[in-house]
């Protein structure tokens, strides 16, 4: 279903994008939680060791433990309306753009719009058209999540007007350039490893064990995003140090914070400060992230075209009968 299918031609462009957006709904609602504790992660300079003194963070339970002690219940679902806005967005754009490039290869092409790589290589653009499109909520749903007490922002107005007269409207596409190199590479992994997977379980399952085909797509989904983020990891983390550039004072509570002049001043400071372990804080929450959201994803995305699509032919039979 993910796809152009010239066998089903069953979603239309539309269609694809409201089951996007939905999808995209779904999974941020149950994401947020683990979004929150890796950027905490991702943004502390501190080793995340209780051995490295000064270290806020040193493991996920901790994490939590000390997040809910000291924010609240709610702290979790930090940033949750420009999350939110993001997530539809995002989906809405990336599944439109992909369901129309994959149909542009399959009429314009010798290439079969089903193939890995034309999957990895529509992927990748229509990340990267949805990136541009949404990356301004990228940055607020960043600073929001980062943001300790008391509070910086108090809501979304606040946030957009604060940034925009002290900072510039610039500050809205902070770290683009490391996003947009990491998400074409990510995107195109997912798909195309979905794509793989997908094709590798029809094989190996035999004819009678193919009706659980929406656990098979979780399993699918969820596989592939473990393989595509720990791949761009790095990028992602870079991305996330130079969207709070200028937020400092906010940082403060959190331990150290550092600012970085560009991308690659802030590899540098990175390598040199913390080694190369350093581009890989906060992974383990990512990767249970990257897990669950991309798992969600898939299914919801499945689901939502397989519902569309049952929709449309319960209404072919009444249209004829009227």
């Known amino acids: 279903m993910v796809g152009y299918d010239p066998e089903a031609k069953c979603v ?53 433990r000390r997040i809910f002690q000291e924010e609240g219940m709610l702290a979790f679902w930090k940033g949750h309306v ?22 542009l290869v399959h009429n314009v092409t010798s290439y079969n719009a089903r193939n890995s790589f034309v999957h990895f290589t529509c992927g990748g653009l229509s990340a990267c058209t949805a990136t541009v499109a949404v990356q301004p909520v990228d940055t607020l749903r960043t ?11 108090h809501n979304l107005h606040h946030a957009v007007v604060t940034m925009y007269q002290t900072e510039g409207p610039r500050t809205f596409y902070r770290g683009l350039t490391p996003t947009v190199i990491a998400v074409f590479p990510y995107a195109g992994f997912q798909f195309s490893f979905y794509n793989i997977l997908q094709q590798f379980s029809e094989r190996m399952i035999p004819d009678e064990g193919k009706e659980g085909g929406n656990v098979k797509n979780l399993v699918c989904g969820s596989c592939a995003g473990i393989i595509s983020k720990t791949l761009t990891y790095p990028f992602d983390l870079i991305k996330k140090r130079l969207q709070v550039c200028g937020f400092e004072h906010a940082r403060a509570a959190f331990g150290q914070v550092r600012i970085y002049r560009g991308l690659l001043d802030c590899i ?30 898939f299914f919801t995305y499945e689901l939502f075209c397989s519902l569309l699509c049952a929709l449309k032919n319960a209404d072919s039979p009444k249209r004829k009968e009227g």
């Open 268 to 297: 540098r400071q990175i390598m040199r400060e913390e080694g190369p372990g350093g581009f890989f804080k906060g992974l383990s929450p990512s990767l249970l992230k990257a897990a669950v959201s991309t798992g969600l994803i």
């Open 82 to 103: 420009p999350a939110q806005l993001l997530s539809v967005g995002y989906g809405a754009v990336q599944f439109m753009a992909f369901e129309s490039l994959t149909k």
């Open 143 to 153: 600073r929001f999540a980062a943001q300790g007490e008391p509070k910086v922002y």
């Open 12 to 64: 239309s462009t539309v269609e694809a994008a409201a089951a996007g957006s939905a999808s995209g709904f779904v999974t941020r609602v149950l994401i947020s939680p683990l979004d929150v504790i890796k950027i905490r992660f991702q943004l502390q300079i501190e080793r995340l060791s209780s051995k490295t003194p000064g270290a806020k963070y040193h493991g996920i339970l901790q994490a939590v």
